[in-house]
C-alpha cells in the first residue's frame, strides 16, 4: 500500500501572535499576584518600608501617572502625594498645604516637595517679602497665619531656611545676603512663636544666603527661583532611602 507523503517542518499557524501575547500577558498578571502577595507580607512591617517596596515596584515596571517622570534617587510626583506615605500625617499636611496654596492662588509661588528629610514648602520671596526686604508683607499674613495654625497642630520639628540670589546687596541693615537670608528666616520664626505660641524649642532658622541656589543663578527668572524661604517639617523617622514628591 503506498505511503502518503508527509511534509515535515515549522507548522504555522494563526494562534502564534496570540500565543505570544498571552505570554506577555500572564507574565504581567503573576508580577502583579508576586506584588501583592508580598504587600499582604508587609502587614506587621513600617509604614515605610511598605512605602520603599511600592515605589521599587512602580519604578521596576515603569508604571507613573501621566505626566510625571521619575530621577534618580527621588520618586516624584506632580500635584499629589498619594503614591508617597499616603496614610502618614507629612501627607495630610502636604495635602492642607497644596490646598492652601490654590486658596490664595499661589499655586505658582508654593512649592512643596517630599524629601528624604521631611516636607519642604517652598515660598518666593514675592509671596512673604519685599525686593531687598526681611519684613514680612502685611498682604502675606493671612497666608503665615494659616501655615502657623497647621505648624502648632503638628509636633514635627521645623526649620525655616532663608534664600537670595547672587546680586550682592549692600545697604546698612543687610551688609550682605546673608544678614538678608537670615533676617527673612529669623522674622518668619518669630511670626509662629508670637502669634501662634509655637514651642521655640520646635523651631529652628538658618540663612543660606546666595549658596544653595535650586536652579543657576544665571537669568532673572532663575534668580527669582532662587529668592525663597522654606519651610521644613522635619520627618520622625527619616526614611532609609531618600525619596521625594514635587507640586
Known amino acids: 500500500m503506498p505511503k502518503k507523503n508527509r511534509k515535515f517542518g515549522a507548522r504555522k ?5 496570540a500565543s505570544r501575547w498571552e505570554i506577555v500577558y500572564s507574565g504581567f498578571v503573576l508580577i502583579l499576584l508576586c506584588f501583592f502577595i508580598m504587600l499582604s507580607s ?6 515605610a518600608k511598605v512605602m520603599q517596596f511600592v515605589k521599587s515596584f512602580v519604578t521596576a515596571v515603569s508604571i507613573l501617572p501621566s505626566g ?12 499629589s502625594a498619594d503614591m508617597v506615605e499616603t ?12 490646598e492652601l496654596a490654590y486658596e490664595f ?6 512649592n512643596l516637595v517630599m524629601t528624604r528629610e521631611g516636607l519642604v514648602m517652598r515660598m518666593s520671596e514675592q509671596t512673604l517679602f519685599g525686593l531687598g526686604s526681611a519684613d514680612i508683607a502685611v498682604e502675606s499674613l493671612p497666608l503665615l ?19 537670595t ?25 518669630r511670626y509662629f512663636i508670637k502669634n501662634h505660641k509655637v514651642d521655640p524649642r520646635r523651631l529652628a532658622a538658618e540663612g543660606f544666603s546666595e549658596f544653595h ?8 527668572e532663575n534668580r527669582e527661583k532662587n529668592r525663597r524661604v522654606e519651610i521644613i517639617f522635619i520627618r520622625k523617622e527619616p526614611p532609609e532611602t531618600p525619596i521625594g514628591v514635587i507640586f
Do not use: C
Open 105 to 110: 492662588n499661589l499655586e505658582k509661588e508654593i
Open 145 to 163: 497665619q494659616k501655615v502657623g495654625a497647621i505648624i502648632s497642630k503638628t509636633a514635627y520639628l521645623i526649620r525655616i531656611e532663608g534664600h
Open 165 to 189: 540670589d547672587n546680586l550682592p546687596i549692600h545697604t546698612e541693615r543687610y551688609p550682605s545676603n546673608w544678614e538678608l537670608s537670615t533676617a527673612r528666616a529669623v522674622n518668619v520664626l
Open 87 to 98: 496614610r502618614s500625617e507629612l501627607a495630610k499636611i502636604f495635602n492642607t498645604l497644596e
Open 42 to 47: 508587609f502587614s506587621t512591617m513600617q509604614e
Open 213 to 220: 541656589p535650586l536652579v543657576a543663578n544665571d537669568t532673572a
Open 13 to 17: 499557524s494563526d494562534d502564534a501572535p
Open 68 to 79: 510625571k517622570k521619575f530621577e534618580p534617587g527621588l520618586a516624584v510626583v506632580s500635584g
